[in-house]
């Protein structure tokens, strides 16, 4: 059994004991509302660890509570997306369409996506969603980091783990922080490439 653990540098590490859940958004269609999944999301994270504060950096370990793209969902309940920036090794169907509507319905102002140069090979209609994606830069390069970056009018999240952006969770674990030099540090490399 994991137990919670607290830092004293102003780091709050939190490992929930592993459960198993079916409340994870796999199960969900993509016809639920915005708002509910949302809502869904943002209750997943709060359970979880709640959305970090400025300079906070909170530790996530999991079992199909959540799935990356819960962290986007989260924010948008509370915050609109002037930025994202996502590197991943791959990209799943679903979080693609997800992706195309947030950009339609300007609810994500402006995308960056970092993807494995493999991915066209493994996923050819999956890339293909993804090139039709507006307001969406796509980068093509040997990758296997997974970075979700969050631009909002006063934050900028950072959401590093093991997830690939898909609805399959399964055991995960992430870093979340509101960090501007963390922010900018990985911005700067993936912008750059």
């Given at each position: 059994?994991?137990?919670?653990?607290?830092?004293?540098?102003?780091?709050?590490?939190?490992?929930?004991?592993?459960k198993k859940s079916?409340?994870?958004?796999?199960?969900?269609?993509?016809?639920?509302?915005?708002?509910?999944?949302?809502?869904?999301?943002?209750?997943?994270?709060?359970?979880?660890?709640?959305?970090?504060?400025?300079?906070?950096?909170?530790?996530?370990?999991?079992?199909?509570?959540?799935?990356?793209?819960?962290?986007?969902?989260?924010?948008?309940?509370?915050?609109?997306?002037?930025?994202?920036?996502?590197?991943?090794?791959?990209?799943?169907?679903?979080?693609?369409?997800?992706?195309?509507?947030?950009?339609?319905?300007?609810?994500?102002?402006?995308?960056?996506?970092?993807?494995?140069?493999?991915?066209?090979?493994?996923?050819?209609?999956?890339?293909?969603?993804?090139?039709?994606?507006?307001?969406?830069?796509?980068?093509?390069?040997?990758?296997?980091?997974?970075?979700?970056?969050?631009?909002?009018?006063l934050n900028k999240?950072?959401?590093?783990?093991?997830?690939?952006?898909?609805?399959?969770?399964?055991?995960?674990?992430?870093?979340?922080?509101?960090?501007?030099?963390?922010?900018?540090?990985?911005?700067?490399?993936?912008?750059?490439?």
């Open positions: 059994m994991l137990k919670s653990v607290k830092s004293n540098k102003g780091t709050k590490s939190i490992v929930k004991e592993f079916q409340g994870n958004f796999k199960s969900q269609s993509i016809s639920v509302s915005l708002d509910k999944m949302c809502f869904e999301s943002i209750n997943k994270i709060n359970e979880l660890s709640g959305i970090p504060v400025i300079n906070e950096n909170k530790r996530i370990v999991t079992r199909k509570e959540i799935n990356t793209f819960d962290f986007i969902l989260a924010i948008l309940a509370n915050e609109e997306i002037e930025e994202l920036t996502l590197t991943s090794y791959r990209i799943g169907r679903k979080t693609t369409l997800m992706l195309k509507e947030l950009l339609s319905n300007n609810k994500i102002e402006k995308l960056m996506i970092l993807i494995s140069s493999n991915f066209p090979k493994f996923a050819p209609e999956v890339w293909n969603n993804l090139q039709t994606l507006i307001h969406t830069e796509i980068k093509l390069e040997s990758n296997h980091t997974k970075i979700m970056l969050i631009k909002t009018k999240y950072v959401i590093e783990g093991s997830g690939n952006l898909s609805v399959n969770a399964r055991i995960e674990q992430y870093s979340f922080s509101n960090n501007k030099e963390i922010y900018d540090f990985h911005y700067n490399w993936i912008k750059n490439i």
